[in-house]
C-alpha cells in the first residue's frame, strides 16, 4: 500500500465519521432531555475522530513520493 492509497482510506474515514456526526446532530432536535448529554459526548468524540482521521490523511498525504 502506499502513501497516498494509505492517506485516501482516512480521507474516507474522516467522510464516514462525519456523515455519523450530522446523523447525530440531526438526533439533538428530537433527543429527550436524560440522552442529551450522552448524545452530546458521542458527538464530541466523534469529532476528535475526525480531526485525528483528517491531520493523520493529511501527514501521509505529504509523505506520498517516500519509500
Not at 21 to 26: Q, S
Not at 39 to 48: A, D, G, K, W
Not at 56 to 66: I, K, P, Q, V
Amino acid at each position: 500500500m502506499t502513501y497516498r492509497e494509505w492517506s485516501e482510506e482516512y480521507f474516507e474515514s474522516a467522510r464516514n465519521v462525519k456523515r455519523q456526526i450530522d446523523e447525530l446532530k440531526d438526533e439533538l432536535k428530537t433527543v429527550s432531555a436524560d440522552k442529551l448529554a450522552e448524545l452530546t459526548n458521542r458527538i464530541h468524540i466523534m469529532t476528535t475522530m475526525y480531526y485525528d482521521c483528517l491531520d493523520t490523511a493529511r501527514l501521509l498525504g505529504r509523505r506520498e513520493g517516500e519509500c
